[in-house]
């Protein structure tokens, strides 16, 4: 059984800033890809940045230069730090984890339950 579990939403004005963690636990072999994803009312879900085994980044156009996401292997963490926050930003934000489980010989897609991140003042 694997997990993955977020934390660190909440409500923040614009312009502030919000650290999200999301730590996967479980019978996990390896872990190919961590990533954030999210989805705003009356939207379809989107992806905000991934970070693969090898430390690379991807971002979203929408959050360049503002959100930085970056991973401890060690804890099997992924963490997403955002800065400058808009109320468009406002959504549901899920961690996603693509990774081997013991046992396994294909990787899986795994998902948090997600956390609320609202930007209002």
């Known amino acids: 059984q694997v997990q993955l579990v977020e934390s660190g939403g909440g409500l923040v004005q614009p312009g502030g800033s919000l650290r999200l963690s999301c730590a996967a636990s479980g019978r996990i072999f390896s872990i190919v890809n961590m990533g954030w994803y999210r989805q705003a009312p009356g939207k379809q879900r989107e992806l905000v940045a991934t970070?693969?085994?090898?430390?690379?980044?991807n971002y979203a156009d929408s959050v360049k230069g503002r959100f930085t996401i970056s991973r401890d292997n060690a804890k099997n963490t992924v963490y997403r730090q955002m800065n400058s926050l808009k109320p468009e930003a406002t959504a549901v934000y899920y961690c996603?984890?693509?990774?081997?489980?013991?046992?396994?010989?294909?990787?899986?897609?795994?998902w948090g339950q997600g956390t609320q991140v609202t930007v209002s003042s």
């Open positions: 970070i693969p085994s090898d430390g690379s980044r």
């Open positions: 996603n984890a693509l990774l081997y489980a013991v046992g396994s010989i294909i990787p899986k897609d795994y």
